[in-house]
């Protein structure tokens, strides 16, 4: 079992930066891909970034990609997002999302293919 907390979202003018961090409990978090999601206002959940258990391979969704970093320290238990040049439309709650398949090379875009979600972090960006 895993559990996971998001924590450093705010608020932030627009092109300004913020660093989230999602902590998790349990052994295996290092065993598993993770990845970020986010849902703004009015819209469906959607895909952000992943990246391996390893941290050597990483994905990011189109409209993020340039602006956020994607990273993990498996001996603190902890993955992050950092996420610069921030945009109005990047205003949502951001979630963190634990794929539970060991050493998967799967890095999966679909929402149902994570088995373990944290509580979301809101991050507002004003214009």
């Known amino acids: 079992q895993v559990q996971l907390v998001e924590s450093g979202g705010g608020l932030v003018q627009a092109g300004g930066s913020l660093r989230l961090s999602c902590a998790a409990s349990?052994?295996?978090?290092?065993?598993?891909?993770i990845g970020w999601f986010r849902q703004a206002p009015g819209k469906e959940r959607e895909f952000v970034a992943v990246?391996?258990?390893?941290?050597?391979?990483?994905y990011y969704a189109d409209s993020v990609k340039g602006r956020f970093t994607i990273s993990r320290d498996n001996a603190k238990n902890t993955m992050y997002l950092q996420m610069n040049s921030l945009k109005p439309e990047d205003t949502a709650i951001y979630y963190c999302a634990a794929r539970g398949v060991a050493y998967s090379t799967y890095y999966p875009r679909e929402e149902n293919q994570y088995d373990y979600w944290g509580q979301g972090a809101q991050v507002t960006v004003s214009s």
């Open positions: 990246i391996s258990w390893s941290g050597s391979t990483t």
């Open positions: 349990g052994r295996t978090f290092r065993l598993y891909n």
